[in-house]
């Protein structure tokens, strides 16, 4: 049995969604030059994105109920979203964009334990492709070891990784309301970025318009956002939503070269390329059995 074809909505959701946070490291620095941290700019942004998503829910009078499902998206959405805003501030634009962008390779890993999602015989392929871009992008003439080099490194992988996680946890909550997955989220990383504070000591914020601008981004930007990237993951195999996302990384480089003076070496954009190639082959080449009797294909 084949499902039914995969409407528009749920692409342009995806591809608005990666435009955003293509270009949301650029507002995160502005509030950082006022005052305002990584940490403190998560747990303010999502503060207020919590408060839209309890008032819509009451309207609703529904609230989510705790499973072990929404707990995993909260510890996730939560690592993922603070680590992220923290190596966007920390490090170069196109460099933690092309580490975060290895989540596709982790989704197949993901979605084949979580989702028994059976992937086509080249996808060894692909990983294989995937992680060979990584180690000519990480290379280190000075070292000669493909590792991640500093925080922002570091923290873009992992974000990756709990992206990947998430992604593939959305899916797995399919029956769970958006509405409810999007406060779940929120409320995660409301938590982390509180954890993080709390251990690094970080004394609260003084500038009053850095807090202000936190909250309009939280409102206006990231309610409407999350509300769409998740909107569009819910309704497609999670390795497929992770690839439309890679638009971001378009955005993100035109955006960073347009806006900054970092430069990205050539090492970096052989690498990403083979990142992007065995990116887009995984979304083109897969039959994926979802478990239950269903056979999509993502033509």
């Known amino acids: 049995m084949t499902t ?3 409407g528009v909505l749920p692409v342009f959701s995806l591809l608005l969604g ?12 502005l509030l950082e030059d006022q005052g305002l941290s990584g940490p403190w700019s998560a747990l303010i942004i999502y503060g207020a994105a919590v408060l839209v998503g309890l008032a819509v829910l009451a309207l609703r009078r529904s609230s989510p109920r705790p499973t072990a499902g929404l707990v995993l998206l909260a510890v996730a959405s939560g690592w993922c979203n603070v680590s992220f ?13 092309l580490l975060f962008y290895l989540a596709p390779l982790w989704t197949v890993l993901l ?18 492709l995937a992680f060979t871009g990584a180690m000519v992008m990480l290379w280190d003439p000075a070292t000669g070891l493909p590792l991640p080099s500093g925080a922002a490194d570091w923290l873009a992988l992992s974000s990756g990784i709990a992206f990947a996680l998430s992604n593939v ?9 958006v509405w409810d997955k999007c406060v779940v989220g929120w409320l995660g990383v ?46 497609m195999p999670a390795h497929r939503a992770a690839v439309i996302l890679l638009f971001e990384l378009v ?20 690498g ?28």
């Open 190 to 235: 409301v938590l982390v970025a509180g954890a993080w504070l709390l251990v690094g000591g970080m004394a609260p914020p003084q500038a009053a318009g850095a807090v202000a601008g936190a909250v309009a981004l939280g409102v206006f930007g990231m309610v409407f956002m999350t509300f769409a990237v998740i909107y569009g993951m819910t309704q």
């Open 111 to 128: 979605a084949r334990l979580m989702l028994g999602e059976v992937l086509s015989k080249s996808a060894g392929l692909t990983m294989a």
């Open 272 to 299: 990403g390329a083979l990142i992007l190639v065995a990116a887009w082959i995984v979304a083109r080449d897969q039959f994926v059995d979802v478990g239950d009797g269903r056979v999509i294909h993502p033509s």
């Open 85 to 97: 805003i923290v190596a966007m501030l920390e490090g170069n634009v196109v460099r933690v964009l």
């Open 251 to 270: 955005i993100g480089a035109a955006s960073a070269q347009w806006l900054t003076d970092e430069h990205v070496r050539l090492n970096e954009w052989a």
């Open 4 to 6: 039914k074809p995969i």
């Open 169 to 177: 946890t959305v899916r797995w909550l399919h029956e769970v309301p």
């Open 18 to 29: 990666a435009l955003f946070w293509g270009v949301v490291w650029y507002p995160l620095r």
